[in-house]
């Protein structure tokens, strides 16, 4: 069974950093491309990035330059390393496979004075 464990998320001050992770329990993982998604408090789930098998990355218009998402392959491992964060950057923040129905559970970030 396919399973994504996302970690890092807690509390932060604006302006302040954190690094999320997301490991995969799947065999073949450099074949997939991977991606970030939040869902703030009352809001819908909205992409935040992603990164293909070749490592290209996209972002949201609202993260770029402040965020940056990268690949281990040989660990299983997607991250998002997030700075200058700002009080709407306030979510919960999931991995998922690209193009599937593969979620992980979430971590929440909470960015707040």
């Known amino acids: 069974q396919v399973q994504l464990a996302e970690s890092g998320g807690g509390l932060v001050q604006p302006g302040g950093s954190l690094r999320l992770s997301c490991e995969a329990s799947i065999s073949g993982f450099s074949f997939y491309a991977m991606g970030w998604f939040r869902q703030a408090p009352g809001k819908q789930r909205e992409f935040v990035a992603r990164?293909?098998?070749?490592?290209?990355?996209n972002y949201v218009d609202s993260v770029k330059g402040r965020f940056t998402i990268s690949r281990d392959n040989d660990k299983n491992t997607v991250y998002l390393q997030m700075n200058s964060l700002k009080a709407e950057d306030t979510a919960v923040y999931y991995c998922?496979?690209?193009?599937?129905?593969?979620w992980g559970k979430g971590t929440l970030v909470t960015v707040s004075s």
């Open positions: 990164i293909n098998q070749e490592s290209t990355t």
């Open positions: 998922s496979i690209w193009e599937t129905e593969v």
